[in-house]
């Protein structure tokens, strides 16, 4: 069965210092890895996903992960952190399947704040 | 990609009653996934929708409290029945699509039971 680990409930950072949220996984197979923010009632807002090649994805607002296989870890970065990037941060995973028959599966969420 | 339209977006309901909420997709899927978020939590797989068949259900949930419908490839409904406040929570559909790598969620429904 696969699972996620986001081991800090909360991440406090000032603005424009380096960011890290982090995230380990464990699935059978080859995981497929995905990261969401989640603002105040907002829906969930897809951030990037790792599926194979590059160990260090780029996705969106300047947000990087790093995939780690032998760690079994994803960790959300972000160079310069701004107050407009505090929210909710979920790490998801499910296993390689390309049937598409197999949900994803959620960590249970981060919640980053970024202190002017 | 796959366009999800989930309605109603938010419903205020008294205990007791019962709530039907849909989601419709742009595209035939095989699965669709039921997820629910408690407020300040994560997402927790209700159950998955396989047209055709009785949906499999995740341990915690059972059909009798959330019965969900597959009618063809690209609809399905999840009614939350009896409701109580401990069933206020956001409600979210999704499907995986090209080839897995992918995941679509709808815009969520936010209940709130009285």
């Known amino acids: 069965a696969q699972s996620v680990a986001q081991p800090e409930d909360q991440v406090n950072v000032a603005e424009g210092n380096p960011l890290t949220v982090k995230c380990t996984y464990s699935?059978?197979?080859?995981?497929?890895l995905f990261w969401y923010v989640q603002y105040p009632n907002r829906g969930l807002q897809f951030l990037l996903k790792y599926i194979t090649g590059d160990n260090l994805v780029k996705g969106s607002y300047g947000f990087e992960a790093e995939f780690n296989k032998s760690q079994t870890s994803f960790h959300l970065k972000k160079p310069s952190a701004l107050v407009s990037d505090s929210a909710l941060y979920f790490c998801a995973v499910r296993d390689g399947n390309p049937s598409g028959n197999t949900p994803l599966v959620f960590g249970k969420g981060t919640r980053l704040s970024v202190i002017a | 990609s796959a366009v999800i339209s989930q309605k109603p977006s938010r419903d205020i309901c008294q205990r007791g009653t019962s709530l039907t909420i849909q989601c419709q997709v742009d595209s035939q899927v095989t699965m669709m996934f039921w997820y629910r978020q408690q407020p300040g939590q994560s997402l927790t797989l209700i159950a998955t929708?396989?047209?055709?068949?009785?949906?499999?259900?995740e341990s915690g949930f059972v059909i009798d409290k959330f019965p969900i419908s597959r009618p063809n490839l690209t609809f399905s409904t999840l009614t939350v029945s009896n409701m109580s406040p401990e069933d206020s929570s956001i409600y979210l559909c999704?499907?995986?699509?090209?080839?897995?790598?992918?995941?679509?969620f709808g815009q969520g429904t936010r209940l709130t039971v009285v």
């Open positions: 999704s499907v995986v699509a090209n080839w897995g790598t992918e995941a679509f």
């Open positions: 929708a396989n047209q055709g068949s009785e949906a499999t259900y």
């Open positions: 699935v059978s197979g080859n995981p497929y």
